[in-house]
């Protein structure tokens, strides 16, 4: 997927491009972060640590509370499915870049090791149309940082979200975003498959099915409905590496 015809196709669209941005700016609603704790303790057997990094989506921009955003969704359905006591935790912070976030997650990571580690990023560097190239360095960086911490625990890197259906955008920076996040998750995938031990998660499911209920009255954010669809996806995946290990 060449990101030079990207920008091409973006400068031609600029004008319009920027006055739809203006219009989403004034339009979209800003909605609040999930209350109460961020981490949480699910009843099972042996325990399971979990850890989230993560932009809205994981400080549950829009969600009533942390167990019903995104990181409560994929420790329930990891608790669910695997008859084991999950412990987790989101550190999740709204309007974060990659860039910023292994600025400030470096020094917010627990002490204790988790046993798994969710890298839940991406819309906000869509917006601000990072390169492939920067995305990839600064993905590696943050990688680095949890390696650093916990040398041996797995780290999962969700999918970008789609932005091409966001239905609080109009229709061309829906396409322009669109494909701005296919670009930097196929840069993710392409790193993940470098790296030992790190797991790109495509997001297959919420891409693919119709937007009805699946967002936030914003039209931006996941709702219950979106975050529990993608948290499956993340929780599945981590079953399927960790099936032979641990479960």
């Not at 997927?1 to 600029?14: G, R």
């Not at 219009?23 to 609603?29: C, E, G, L, N, S």
């Amino acid at each position: 997927m060449k990101e030079i015809s990207f920008y091409t196709t973006s400068l031609l669209l600029s004008p319009v491009l920027l006055w739809q941005g203006l219009k989403a700016r004034k339009t979209i609603p800003r909605l609040p972060d999930a209350s109460g704790p961020d981490f949480g303790e699910l009843p099972g057997a042996d325990p399971f640590s979990l850890l989230v990094l993560g932009e809205s989506t994981v400080a549950g921009v829009g969600i009533p509370d942390y167990k019903s955003s995104l990181t409560g969704q994929i420790a329930s359905v990891l608790g669910s499915k695997s008859g084991r006591k999950i412990l987790w935790k989101a550190i999740g912070e709204s309007g974060i870049t990659l860039k910023e976030a292994k600025e400030k997650f470096g020094s917010r990571l627990p002490e204790s090791s988790p046993d798994a580690i969710v890298i839940a990023l991406g819309a906000n560097d869509v917006v601000k149309l990072n390169t492939q190239k920067r995305w990839s360095s600064e993905l590696q960086d943050l990688i680095d940082i949890c390696k650093s911490k916990y040398s041996d625990t797995p780290i999962f890197i969700a999918g970008v979200p789609p932005l091409g259906i966001f239905p609080s955008l109009p229709s061309t920076m829906r396409f322009v975003l669109g494909w701005k996040a296919r670009l930097l998750d196929q840069a993710s995938s392409y790193l993940s498959a470098r790296l030992e031990n790190v797991f790109h998660i495509p997001m297959r499911k919420l891409s693919s099915i119709s937007a009805e209920g699946i967002f936030c009255s914003d039209g931006f954010h996941p709702s219950i409905k979106g975050c529990s669809i993608w948290g499956e996806e993340i929780a599945d995946s981590i079953l399927t590496v960790y099936n032979k290990r641990f479960f």
